[in-house]
């Protein structure tokens, strides 16, 4: 027979796997009395455990929704199961990556060894469409969030847009999704200031283990500087447009940092960048509405460029042809 603390997270699971139970169904999977089942009850209950109960001869057991969200118990195929679907998740434009993110955490810290080897085979194998999504490093996305998460210092080596690399130690204050990267806003020790940091150039050093108070920023105030510091510094090349399309229209289409500032209904003041203007140009010929450069030279030479190479690629086709010679009707 079963302790009784064992005995209690047996049952827990059971009405977990289940959604009603009979007290004879659980008394025999548990191997106890009808009147152990009901005094097991009584205890979760004192736990918090929200179990409800039918009387009566066909009556049971149901674990019913709460005011608050029960530890869950998951078997090994369960646990790498929603391990994998947070990974997915945290790499989506949903509006919950960071929430999954720090929940993949919280799982992948308890994770047997051998459940944590399973969850990485699957992203092994697991390809990606190129230029569908940035290909995520979860491994660092972890470590990172667990740190936000607990206040703890984070040490990291950085590789810099330059390519200089250099080691940072950090208290990382929040992550923060934009298009298809994740950048930390952290206070830098060495630096005594501000810094957002690319995830992708991040590789996280040993856990320091030293705790920090965070420092109290409004999370719209966290978003706007990410926002500016990444917009002005980022990219290599800048430029400000004038989209003949609405605000929500392009925010949509275009999966990239960006500013947007309303000009009517029917138009916006777009100001974004990139490291190549050429592939820029090109992604923003997607949105098939009218553009014109505010500011940005690179930009407006790599709109001639592209131009000049539609045109060369029209100039074949059959309506742009001489009509063949022949006799006259």
Known sequence: MLETSARLLELLSLLQLRRDWTSVELADRLGVSTRTVRADVTRLRSLGYPVDARPGVAGGYRLAAGTAMPPLLLDDDEAVAVAVGLSTVATRRLGVEETSLTALAKLEQVLPARLRRRVEAVREATSVVPGAEAVLDLSVLGVVAAAVRAHERLRFGY???????????????????WGARWYLLAWDLDREDWRVFRVDRMVPRAPTGVRFRPRVIPEDKVVEYVVGRVTKTAWRYRARLLVHAPAAHVAARIHAPLEIEVVGESACRVELGSDDPDQLALWLTQLGVDIEVIEGDELAAAFD????????????APGDRPPPEGPCS
């Open 159 to 177: 590789t810099t847009h330059g390519g200089a690399e250099s080691v940072r130690l950090t208290e990382p204050q929040r992550l923060v999704s």
């Open 305 to 316: 460029r592209l131009a000049d190479r539609f045109r060369r690629a029209a100039g074949n």
